[in-house]
């Protein structure tokens, strides 16, 4: 069904009034699938108007998208979408900071600790003696991450457990926002092995601080960059900033995709959405800043790569990684992060008169607003 966008604003105002815990029936589902087909060809076709913009565009095996240096694409992302990593290995609970778009925003006090002396790997709690135990067992992943939430709030428990894995010669890399950064602890997670480090630098709206800590980390560990979702305001505060990041020398940019859940939607509540996929619920400026940021970037030739982290992106890695992990044909742990559908979130994209459909059609009899269909 290529239903119009009148139809479809009047029956998701419906579907948004009703009650969450009332099922929609099979043939309304019908009318959802094809209002989320018509939002995303939309977004798609816009996507692919900016991507035709772009003239250095490449792919890494049609995975992912990216423009600048091959040779400084994140190989934490090469072990992502191609290799047996991503895992996580978790540790701190905590955050020195609160962001709007943070997956855990509202909840960063309620956060359950992984446990004194214990670490969360693949979902099980090691002590850091286990981990030779680990290793001699399972199959070594190409990669691993550290996450969860800002580990430079307890920066000196991971020097060990880095080192271990750096003998085991398993690529890591370390997520933080970089306010808790000094070259002291930047040095000693280098001196331990730590491959790589991504700096949040929207979440502290492009700080000349974390700045000046990107220029540091890069004297200590070998690959350094940026990862942020991308947002108006960090694609603005980032431009603003242009010269000072790029002299510190980053090597990568890693734009992640926006995609929000039950704790950070309210935050972006009247913002244009769409679903990728029946997946990840995004705002649709989202990616199209990245890539209005990585034709900047080809234009004007910087000296490091920049990546599409999308939500197709994390589809493709999900079946890289359920292969990798001999599960069946098309398993995928990519999926909708919200129990009920919130209709509601799609209404001002439905109102907007300047978001078109690309095709439209009269509903079969039943479907039409008012239809009794039983």
Known sequence: MKISKKDALAWFEFFS??????????????IVY???????????????????????????????????????????????????????????NKCNIECRFCYNYGELDDIPP???GMWEIGGTKFLEKDLDLLLSIHDKPTGIAYVYLEPFMEIEKYYSVIKKFSEANIHQHLYTNGLLATEETLKALGEAGLDEI???????????????????????IGSVGIETPMTPEFFESFLLKKEAIMAVGPDFINCAELHLNGNNIGNYYG?????????????????ELTLKLMKIADEEKWNLAV?????????????????KEGKWFGANS?????????????????????????????????????????
């Open 114 to 116: 992984i446990g004194e």
């Open 198 to 220: 991504r700096f949040n630098l929207g979440a502290t709206n492009c700080s000349d601080k974390v700045i000046e800590n990107i220029g540091i980390a890069k004297k200590y």
């Open 334 to 374: 990519y999926a909708c992060e919200f129990s009920h559908t919130p209709y509601d979130v799609f209404l001002p994209l439905l109102r907007d008169d300047s978001f078109r459909f690309l095709e439209e059609e009269e509903l079969p009899e039943g479907y039409r607003p008012g239809d009794i269909y039983c």
């Open 271 to 287: 913002e244009n959405m769409y679903i990728s996929r029946h997946g990840y619920i995004s705002p649709v400026w989202s990616r």
């Open 307 to 323: 990546h599409d982290c999308s939500n197709f992106t994390k589809f493709a890695r999900g079946l890289n990684l359920s292969s």
């Open 34 to 92: 094809a209002v989320f087909a018509q939002i995303e060809a939309a977004v798609e076709n816009n996507v692919e108007k900016l991507m035709s913009e772009i003239r250095g565009l490449k792919t890494l095996e049609n995975r992912t998208y990216y423009v600048g240096d091959d040779n400084k694409f994140s190989d934490g992302c090469r072990s992502c979408l191609l290799g047996t990593g991503l895992s996580a290995v978790r540790k701190t």
């Open 17 to 30: 009034m009703m009650p969450e815990d009332e099922e929609i029936l099979t043939w309304q589902q019908e």
